[in-house]
């Protein structure tokens, strides 16, 4: 190999060769202490997502994001098209808490709970393991797989993906409306099988060729790190001070060199490719394999363990550690205001939701016998899980009479809005001076929640 084939053949990123092709990282598994509890957490993960759309809390999904019907629930909650403010609450609570909670644990999220992170780790590349074999140096195969082998393992990849694109399907539509689905013909049904089909291409792609490169490239929160960690922050850390300097090829006296033994373990192991000893890396996804691979390493030369670690960028240089920090401080009082904001705001909710829209046109108009009539509509939306029908009242002034165009309209089922057109009649005579009176409706609902609302009738100044 010449000068120019050898510059030619190291790569520039972890993941990139110096000539632009993808270097594909095959990293070799250590199953050390830290993986069986990666593991162990990653198969209830694995287990509670599945299991989510069957479990039912008050009569309703646990979790169900029904688009078309603009209708979220949550936990029981359904967020109606109407939440806009309770929505955007808890959307802004769960960017903060991630905020707070990756200021303090670092990427802890990545290692241990992101679906991508769990499901290549701990079902797909434990399948590559199985029709590849783990023979070879560095996790590589010992030679390469036969072409039935690799469409088995398509195959297997295909309907993996398939199951979990059906599971992801159920967080939308429903588990009873999947079933009849699965059971009946795809034409019945184009668009959620067209949903299916390209989530099932997607997942595929991800897991057989994407890979790492969805922490790498396509994650924003992957991105976002380097402004959301502080140096008390959580890391997988090397411990240079105890490492370096490196024995290997040194002859170094024994009370010189450092811990590490630069057998390269950290680096073979790591998915996303890189080198942990170059210090803290965008790259790095905290899975904490290099820690398992080095303490194996250190038992094995009968050193301490922990050259790699949890750790953080102060405590490696003896710094102690401090939770509450400006940031923190400051990220924990958001969450706090928006998390009781959230809370208020639940608590405020009515059984129904009724609000006055006025019509277009004309203010008001002159009727006979010196009466002025307003007609504007109310929106009305059933808020509870049975079918209401509302009685509209007006509680001042007690002069003024309430016309209801069209009684069906005050028969909603549950989650269903209506626009009730009204009209109200009044003496012009209340409205002399400043040209409006204000007016108070009660609105009630089959099971007596109350509700008022107050608005200004308009007519003539004189
Ligand atoms: S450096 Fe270590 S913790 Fe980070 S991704 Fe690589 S193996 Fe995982
Ligand atoms: S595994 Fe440990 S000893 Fe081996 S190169 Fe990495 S840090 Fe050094």
Not at 201 to 207: G, H, Q, S
Not at 286 to 313: F, W
Not at 334 to 341: H, K
Not at 388 to 411: H, I, M, N, R
Request: proline share 6%; with cysteine.
């Amino acid at each position: 190999m010449n000068d120019r084939q050898a510059k030619l053949s190291l790569p520039v990123l972890s993941t990139l060769e110096s000539d632009g092709t993808r270097r594909w990282l095959r990293p070799k598994l250590s199953k050390g202490v830290w993986w069986h509890r990666r593991r162990a957490v990653a198969y209830v993960l694995m287990v509670i997502f599945v299991v989510v759309p069957y479990i039912r809390m008050a009569g309703k999904p646990l979790i169900q994001l029904d688009i078309t019907a603009r209708k979220f629930t949550i936990f029981g909650y359904t967020f109606l098209p109407t939440d806009t403010l309770l929505l955007a609450l808890a959307m802004l609570g769960a960017f903060i808490a991630i905020v707070f909670v990756t200021a303090i644990t670092g990427r802890a999220w990545c290692g241990w709970a992101c679906p991508q992170t769990v499901y290549m780790e701990y079902l797909f590349r434990p399948i590559d393991r199985l029709f590849e074999g783990t023979g070879g140096k560095g996790g590589k195969p010992k030679q390469p797989m036969s072409a039935p082998r690799q469409i088995a393992r398509m195959g297997v990849y295909i309907l993996l993906s398939m199951f979990l694109a059906h599971t992801f399907l159920a967080y939308f539509v429903g588990t009873e409306k999947l079933a009849v689905w699965v059971r009946s013909s795809p034409l019945e049904h184009p668009a959620a099988f067209l949903v299916m089909a390209s989530t099932t291409a997607l997942l595929a792609y991800d897991f057989y060729y994407f890979r790492e490169q969805t922490c790498l490239i396509a994650c924003p929160y992957g991105r976002l790190q380097s402004v959301m960690l502080d140096p008390q922050s959580l890391i997988v850390a090397y411990d240079y001070t105890r490492g370096e300097p490196r024995k290997k090829g040194k002859h170094l006296p024994e009370d010189k060199a450092g811990d590490c033994v630069d057998c390269n373990q950290c680096v073979v192991v790591c998915p996303t490719g890189i080198d942990i000893r170059d210090g803290l890396q965008m790259e790095c996804i905290n899975c904490t394999q290099c820690i398992d691979a080095c303490d194996d390493v250190m038992d094995k030369v009968g050193y301490p363990r922990g050259l790699i670690r949890y750790s953080s960028e102060d405590a490696l240089k003896k710094k102690p550690p401090r939770i509450l920090r400006a940031r923190t401080a400051i990220y924990a009082l958001l969450l706090i205001g928006v998390v009781s904001g959230l809370v208020y705001a639940l608590s405020a909710r009515h059984g129904f939701d009724a609000r006055v829209i006025r019509g277009k046109g004309a203010p008001f108009t002159s009727v006979d016998r010196g009466l002025i009539s307003n007609t504007f509509s109310m929106r009305l939306v059933n808020r509870t899980d049975s079918p209401q029908s509302y009685a509209l009242e007006v509680l001042t002034p007690k002069t003024a009479t309430l016309d209801v165009f069209d009684d069906s309209q005050l028969e909603l089922q549950p989650g269903e809005m209506s626009l009730v057109p009204l009209r109200v009649r009044f003496p012009s005579s209340l409205t002399f001076g400043n040209g409006n009176v204000p007016l108070t409706l009660l609105i009630v609902d089959g099971n007596q929640n109350r509700h008022e609302v107050s608005f200004r009738l308009l007519g003539p100044r004189q």
